[in-house]
């Protein structure tokens, strides 16, 4: 089963906006890592935060990680059009092969 | 070269027909990875192949038979498919492997075979 949960299910907001998607996860993780995936698309690697890091940046991009409270944030600042996507978290969890994708994003971005 | 590869983008086959679906990547990548994704839902994990052996099967019907030929290779199988296998396929790589058994390695994408089963 899908261990992340993301929420909110979908975003819409301005050009210029900061967006922010939560994810939360049940096990212990060895990292947790955000995609993203246009329309019908393969997904992109955006960003992977490790278990004992806390906060991490690239770009526009800033993520961090709780693992006290299993969850994790994705924020992109200064949004734009081309931002607009479906945006999932992955965990790897410690002791396994597996990686499993939470429930995802929709982020709609309006110029 | 940091991409994967996966042909056909497009198949549309009968519940009898037997295809394949191929993903190839020349990054060194030791692990190979089938997804297969429902619109509008995250990818769940199919297979995972490290150094070209089958590691993970999600218990997977028969009917999806994955090989890795080669470390550079991946093919999906399909043979008596159903109309609710319809979906995007999806192959990923990370290297160099898994390393003490926990995948450390973001995961490459290809941009998938959108299958369709009449």
């Known amino acids: 089963s899908q261990q992340g949960e993301e929420d909110p299910q979908a975003l819409s907001i301005q050009e210029g906006e900061n967006a922010t998607m939560n994810c939360s996860y049940k096990?212990?993780?060895?990292?947790l890592q955000w995609y993203r995936q246009n329309s019908g698309r393969g997904l992109v690697h955006l960003i992977l935060i490790r278990s004992n890091e806390r906060e991490k940046h690239s770009g526009r991009l800033r993520v961090t990680l709780d693992t006290s409270k299993k969850s994790s944030s994705l924020l992109i600042t200064a949004s734009r059009a081309a931002d607009t996507a479906s945006y999932f978290c992955?965990?790897?969890?410690?002791?396994?092969?597996?990686?499993?994708f939470g429930a995802g994003t929709r982020l709609f971005v309006k110029a | 070269d940091t991409e994967v590869t996966q042909t056909p983008k497009h198949l549309v086959m009968g519940m009898t027909n037997k295809k394949s679906l191929k993903c190839e990547q020349h990054m060194g990548h030791r692990a190979m990875y089938w997804y297969k994704q429902k619109a509008k839902k995250p990818p769940e994990l199919m297979f995972v192949?490290?150094?070209?052996?089958?590691?993970i099967n999600e218990s997977v019907p028969s009917r999806f038979s994955p090989e890795c030929p080669n470390s550079s290779l991946l093919n999906l199988h399909l043979h008596a498919l159903q109309p609710e296998d319809s979906a995007l396929y999806l192959c990923?790589?990370?290297?160099?492997?898994?390393?003490?058994?926990?995948?450390?390695?973001?995961?490459?994408f290809g941009p998938g075979t959108r299958l369709t089963v009449l």
């Open positions: 992955a965990t790897a969890y410690t002791g396994g092969f597996k990686t499993i």
């Open positions: 096990t212990s993780i060895n990292n």
């Open positions: 990923a790589s990370s290297g160099p492997g898994l390393a003490g058994g926990q995948n450390r390695d973001e995961q490459f």
């Open positions: 192949y490290s150094y070209e052996k089958l590691s």
